[in-house]
């Protein structure tokens, strides 16, 4: 009887990249409480895979003092994750690779049994963890047999990790009982310490996976607010591409001819269209914040950026059969739900459909910063 063995994994911090946000400094041997960031991510992942490995681009003799073979991206330049994942199956032996940035100081310990096991029982080609409303790509489980797929992609000047991923099977890995694995340190702020976000001005958001309806909630309870006589702002972390204008219009032609940003005003509206950098990075609340004219407002709502420390209220449905958000996220101030749920006793409670009850209790949090 042959008996085919469990596959073997090679574990490979992604720790390759540029930083630009973190002003070019190396994120992984960057201290984050008193420890170099990428020694979270060894700690966590050594234990869960036969061999790891390290992808660094720079200051290679300091990262090979951890103990672990420091491969260097073999296609020139910098290319992003795809290329330190393409290198590692050049370096292993291994039937997987299973991949972790070096700046997230909380991965959880059963990464690889989650992914490898939803992989193998949906019978998918690669396994991408999932934090229930939207994939994390860098924390990837792929087969090694598709290194010359992703070698001759890469060739052909590609770079855009859901782009490759898309020409595949996908098993999406549900982490969203455990989100503090995503959260990571991108800015130089973030390493003294996870604090909440100063905001100029009363700052809550609305917490949820994808179907819960934070939209509708909001097309709801944004007349309310403005009855009260309260001007509010609106932040939405959208989580696919998007295009506000649309091709045949003069500002869109110009803006595609090369302008970086494209400011159209009327005597009713204004909109600015500025493009992003292109390296495929969410944007984070402490940089959208200063864009708002902040004289015209008193509050500011926010939909989604449910990894960024700042209060919020989740909204939640059991129908949708997905977990509470709260007991992982200590920011959450407040549940609303369309049923009772004796599990969250200790935190308040809103009817999702009292509508009046809920911008109650925001103006609460607006005058006493607490609710």
């Known amino acids: 009887m042959n008996i085919q063995p469990y596959p073997s994994v090679t574990g490979v911090i992604l720790a390759g990249g540029q930083a630009r946000r973190m002003g070019g400094e190396d994120k992984g041997l960057l201290h984050y409480q008193h420890k170099p960031m990428v020694s979270y991510a060894i700690e966590a992942m050594r234990p869960q895979v036969d061999t790891l490995i390290i992808n660094a681009n720079r200051n290679i003799d300091q990262y090979q003092m951890f103990g672990y073979p420091v491969v260097s991206d073999s296609i020139e330049g910098f290319h992003g994750p795809l290329a330190g994942m393409l290198t590692a199956m050049e370096n292993t032996d291994s039937d997987y690779i299973l991949t972790a940035p070096c700046d997230s100081p909380s991965i ?4 690889r049994q989650r992914m490898m096991e939803t992989l193998l029982l949906s019978h998918s080609e690669v396994a991408v963890a999932s934090d229930g409303d939207r994939m994390q790509p860098v924390f990837c489980l792929i087969p090694c047999r598709l290194k010359q797929d992703l070698k001759h992609f890469l060739q052909q000047g590609e770079r855009k990790i859901d782009r490759w991923l898309a020409q595949y099977k996908l098993a999406e890995v549900d982490f ?40 509708t909630l909001l097309t709801q309870l944004l007349p309310k607010l403005t009855q009260r006589g309260i001007r509010v702002a609106v932040i939405k972390h959208a989580h696919h591409n998007f ?26 509206m204004m909109a600015l269209i500025e493009k992003n950098s292109g390296d495929d990075k969410d944007p984070n609340l ?9 004289s015209q407002l008193d509050l500011i709502l926010v939909e989604g950026f449910k990894h960024e420390v700042f209060p919020k209220i989740e909204l939640h449905r059991p129908s949708l059969g997905k977990p509470l958000l709260f007991k992982d996220d200590p920011y959450i101030i ?22 009046d009850a809920i911008a109650d209790y925001i103006e609460l949090f607006m005058n006493t910063g607490t609710a």
């Open 286 to 294: 402490a940089e959208l914040l200063p864009r708002l004219d902040h």
């Open 176 to 215: 969203s009982d455990q989100l503090h694995t995503f959260i990571n340190c991108n800015h130089p702020e973030d390493l003294q310490q996870i604090n909440p976000i100063k905001a100029p001005l009363p700052m809550i958001g609305f917490s949820a996976f994808s179907g819960t309806g934070k939209t």
């Open 108 to 111: 959880t310990p059963n990464l």
């Open 334 to 355: 407040a549940i609303a739900s369309d049923s009772q749920l004796a599990e969250t006793a200790t935190i308040d409670r809103l009817d999702l459909n009292d509508i």
């Open 243 to 268: 295009d506000i204008d649309k091709p045949g219009k003069d500002s869109y032609e110009i803006r595609e001819a090369g302008a970086q940003q494209m400011l159209i005003a009327s005597a009713k």
